[in-house]
């Protein structure tokens, strides 16, 4: 597919007067997959799959959260508004059904759809995704374990440090050396299957576009995205609906959000059909398995 600008920077203005920023990638007559980003993340996120030339084969929409990249900022949001904002985008691509797939802190946006729209859904899944806070941290590992405390614990100086961040992101320079920094320690702390995709220029090349697009509006979007991570969702997964077709993928090897969270989330929503991958990590089960996904996926 040859992606354009205009298809990667799109915005759809809300009810309440937002802009909803989002990015088109595949099959643009395709069925449509909503994508939920990681966290940080931001509708770019599927730019990756782009360079490591999987085929996504269907129409997959990926939306920017409140604050960050074209959306704008919805004050005292909660989880639970999310499936609000996606509901208005599909009517006015005029999607009565949609398939909804997220990736890590995505988990919480794709259960909320589940939980609050599960009659426009004909499918969800989740890929390495987090479970609520709550259960979360008792299998979080470093440096995540001290990261989620931070946000839980000391916000400010989460909020410190995501200044830092965008300060460094706007200097082309700085942020060359810091991603540079970043995958050597990478190479280092990860898995080797997520550490073999950051020695790859592709991912550096990913990356700096990807952490700009994050900090587009500055740092609030996703210090906030961090806070209702360690929020409580609003509702049980065990209270989704059970006629919903519910997929999860998770690999074994994945050290930042580890497969015991997978394992617990696959077990509270009863429907789930779970496929946990013994040689995949946090990053490398997206990239090296997304045809399959997406096959499931479409074929629910």
Same mark, same amino acid.
């Given at each position: 597919?040859?992606?354009?600008?205009?298809?990667?920077?799109?915005?759809?203005?809300?009810?309440?007067?937002?802009?909803?920023?989002?990015?088109?990638?595949?099959?643009?007559?395709?069925?449509?997959?909503?994508?939920?980003?990681?966290?940080?993340?931001?509708?770019?996120?599927?730019?990756?799959?782009?360079?490591?030339?999987?085929?996504?084969?269907? &129409?997959?929409?990926?939306?920017?959260?409140?604050?960050?990249?074209? @959306?704008?900022?919805?004050?005292?949001?909660?989880?639970?508004?999310?499936?609000?904002?996606?509901?208005?985008?599909?009517?006015?691509?005029?999607?009565?059904?949609?398939?909804?797939?997220?990736?890590?802190?995505?988990?919480?946006?794709?259960?909320?759809?589940?939980?609050? #729209?599960? =009659?426009? #859904?004909?499918?969800?899944?989740?890929?390495?995704?987090?479970? @609520?806070?709550?259960?979360?941290?008792?299998?979080?590992?470093?440096?995540?374990?001290?990261?989620? &405390?931070?946000?839980? &614990?000391?916000?400010?100086?989460?909020?410190?440090?995501?200044?830092?961040?965008?300060?460094?992101?706007?200097?082309? =320079?700085?942020?060359?050396?810091?991603?540079?920094?970043?995958?050597?320690?990478?190479?280092?702390?990860?898995?080797?299957?997520?550490?073999?995709?950051?020695?790859?220029?592709?991912?550096? @090349?990913?990356?700096?576009?990807?952490?700009?697009?994050?900090? &587009?509006? $500055?740092?609030? $979007?996703?210090?906030?995205? $961090?806070?209702?991570?360690?929020?409580?969702?609003?509702?049980?997964? @065990?209270?989704?609906?059970?006629?919903?077709?519910?997929?999860?993928?998770?690999? =074994?090897?994945?050290?930042?959000?580890?497969?015991?969270?997978?394992?617990?989330?696959?077990?509270?929503?009863?429907?789930?059909?779970?496929?946990?991958?013994?040689?995949?990590?946090?990053?490398?089960?997206?990239?090296?398995?997304?045809?399959?996904?997406?096959?499931?996926?479409?074929?629910?």
């Amino acid at each position: 597919m040859n992606i354009t600008d205009d298809i990667l920077n799109q915005t759809f203005q809300l009810k309440d007067g937002r802009k909803l920023g989002f990015a088109e990638f595949g099959n643009l007559k395709g069925s449509p997959v909503f994508y939920f980003h990681g966290y940080a993340g931001g509708r770019l996120e599927p730019l990756v799959l782009d360079m490591f030339e999987k085929e996504i084969n269907c &129409r997959l929409i990926s939306l920017d959260r409140p604050g960050m990249g074209l @959306s704008d900022n919805k004050p005292d949001r909660t989880v639970l508004d999310w499936p609000d904002d996606v509901i208005e985008l599909a009517d006015h691509l005029e999607f009565q059904k949609f398939h909804i797939l997220g990736v890590s802190g995505g988990g919480p946006y794709i259960a909320a759809c589940a939980y609050k #729209i599960p =009659e426009r #859904i004909i499918s969800a899944g989740i890929v390495a995704g987090v479970a @609520s806070y709550k259960e979360s941290k008792k299998f979080f590992i470093n440096p995540n374990k001290t990261l989620f &405390r931070i946000i839980k &614990r000391l916000p400010f100086l989460m909020k410190f440090s995501l200044k830092q961040s965008f300060k460094n992101i706007k200097n082309e =320079e700085k942020l060359e050396k810091l991603l540079a920094k970043q995958a050597k320690l990478a190479e280092k702390a990860l898995p080797k299957p997520d550490a073999e995709l950051y020695k790859n220029e592709k991912m550096l @090349s990913y990356f700096s576009i990807h952490f700009v697009e994050i900090f &587009r509006q $500055g740092y609030l $979007g996703p210090f906030i995205d $961090g806070n209702l991570q360690v929020e409580p969702w609003g509702f049980e997964l @065990s209270k989704i609906q059970k006629t919903l077709k519910y997929f999860l993928w998770h690999g =074994e090897l994945d050290k930042n959000v580890p497969i015991a969270i997978g394992k617990y989330v696959a077990s509270e929503i009863s429907q789930c059909v779970s496929k946990f991958y013994p040689e995949e990590a946090h990053v490398s089960i997206l990239i090296n398995r997304f045809e399959e996904i997406i096959e499931t996926l479409l074929n629910a």
